[in-house]
């Protein structure tokens, strides 16, 4: 009897992931090993990225990082653009755009970011499973060695890929350092010993010991059970979005074909060889319909069209294709939900490039010293002492000034006499504000600074100064 139609039959749900067994276990997946157009163009474009991905720590523009996250000293550099925790709100703004970008890309293209571009499948399907394949052999010698007993062939190639796994993970794991705190930093912590840089160091075999465990062992779940974005799918995607898609309406009912047999109904092209299941890498039968396991790496593509040209069949019985386009035979990409996303888009760009072009290029943060409240000094004079965070986003060195507005107070700075900032960097120094002592109306009085450098206004700042009332 013929199968029925998946995408037809209401009775065809699945309540568990392709990965669990009924008794929770785990269901390890062994793809079969593929290729084929897309995995050619894939594996050449995962190259280019992973050579970017490892090239942009050691990018520098005038002597600064390219891209640098540093969340420890909340320095961010973005394609050579300095942020500070001051232009948090810049970050706000860039992280919107980017969260949109990502639901407009998704809700026209699917999750093709996912199965081209993302670091996960790009070192899972493109550096550790071809080491695994070089070493183990294909799906079925895996399984076969999984199961053997443990001699010395099986310790030899088990030994040999964790060996190169453990090194390849060292090197991911000072990568993402190198993104975090600079690559000249980590230069430092590899260089020196643990004991000088003992945080640097823990950080390092932290990440490379998380990347390890993720590739050898956490692998597709890594996109099933932590990832969210196979899950915001559910809402993101429509019957018009671009996604791998099996044409049920060509496929089905499928059957296998047999020789010197006269057919009786008529069959669908799929010929039921489940090549499309052996080579997905988080193992779904992507004949089911859209799934959230399902990360659009072409696998079953490449795998679909081999068979077809082997029984002489036209290619694309599994495809790029939405669900419209295959039931009604057109593809409808720009409706109505696409086009607000784009003008949601369109006005976060807008305000983006806006506050960029708005931004004052210094910045500066009074803050009264801790624990401190007022000085009284011989000459009958009151101070106060003050610290003070100034930022340079521009690209030369400035010399900064701080002229108080109010009349009677005078500042004077702790240690050099000018602040001179380097070229995007952070400066922190001391001043005190004095002022007579017959000259206080009341204990807490407001004061308002000019910032200023180069003879150019960068805004005033406001403070307070404490003193006794004078009787």
């Known amino acids: 009897m013929a199968k029925k139609n998946p995408h037809l039959n209401p009775e065809n749900f699945r309540d ?43 990018i520098k523009v005038d002597g ?38 990502v639901i407009l890309f998704t809700v ?18 493109m550096v550790f499973r071809k080491i ?25 190639k088990k030994g040999a890929k964790y060996l190169i796994f453990g090194f390849i993970s060292l090197m991911i794991g000072h990568l993402v350092m190198a993104y975090l705190i600079g690559v000249d930093q980590v230069i430092e912590v590899v260089t020196q010993p643990p004991s000088a840089h003992m945080a640097g160091f823990i950080g390092l075999i932290a990440f490379s010991g998380i990347f390890m465990f993720v590739f050898s062992w956490f692998r597709e779940q890594a996109c099933l059970v932590v990832c969210p974005y196979g899950r915001l799918q559910g809402v993101l995607l429509d019957n018009n979005s671009i996604n791998v898609m099996y044409d049920y309406v060509r496929g089905e009912p499928r059957a296998p074909i047999r020789k010197n047999k006269t057919e009786l109904e008529p069959k669908g092209d799929c010929v039921d060889c489940s090549l499309c299941v052996q080579v997905c890498p988080t193992g779904i039968d992507i004949r089911n319909g859209i799934q959230m396991e399902c990360v659009n790496c072409t696998a079953c593509i490449d795998a679909c069209d081999e068979v077809m040209e082997k029984v002489d069949r036209p290619k694309g019985l599994i495809r790029y294709a939405s669900q419209n386009s ?16 784009v003008v949601v ?9 806006s506050l960029i072009a708005t931004r004052e290029p210094i910045n500066g943060t009074v803050t ?6 007022y000085q009284t000094r011989e000459d009958g004079r009151v101070s106060n002492l003050y610290e003070i965070t100034l930022i340079n986003k521009t690209f030369e060195p400035q010399t900064v000034e701080l002229i108080p507005l109010e009349e009677g107070i005078d500042l004077e700075v702790v240690g050099d006499t000018h602040w001179t900032l380097e070229p995007q960097s952070k400066f922190e120094g001391r001043f005190f504000l004095v002022r007579n002592q017959s000259d206080v109306q009341v204990t807490q009085e407001k004061v308002k600074l000019q910032l200023s450098a180069g003879g150019q206004e960068f805004g005033d700042i406001e403070t307070n100064f404490m003193a006794p009332i004078n009787k």
Do not use: H
């Open 16 to 58: 568990a992931l392709a990965t669990v067994q009924e008794d929770g276990k785990r269901n390890w997946v062994y793809p079969k090993k593929v290729k084929g157009l897309f995995y050619k163009y894939r594996t050449y474009l995962s190259w280019l990225l992973l050579a970017i991905l490892f090239a942009g720590p050691f």
């Open 345 to 353: 888009l369109l006005v976060l760009v807008a305000a983006f490039v």
């Open 368 to 373: 009264r010293f801790p624990g401190m409240t």
């Open 326 to 341: 295959i039931k009604e035979g057109f593809q409808k990409l720009i409706t109505g939900r696409v086009k607000a996303y």
């Open 64 to 101: 600064r990082p390219w891209l640098l996250f540093n969340i420890f000293e909340r320095k961010f550099i973005i394609f050579g653009a300095v942020f500070w925790p001051q232009d948090t709100y810049l970050l706000i703004f860039l992280l919107l755009i980017f969260f949109v970008f």
């Open 108 to 125: 026209i293209f699917g999750r093709v970011f996912c199965g081209w571009a993302c670091p996960q499948t790009l070192f899972m399907e």
């Open 132 to 156: 695994e394949y070089w070493i183990e052999g294909d799906a079925n010698q895996q399984r076969a060695l999984n199961s053997a007993p443990w001699d010395s062939r099986k310790i030899g």
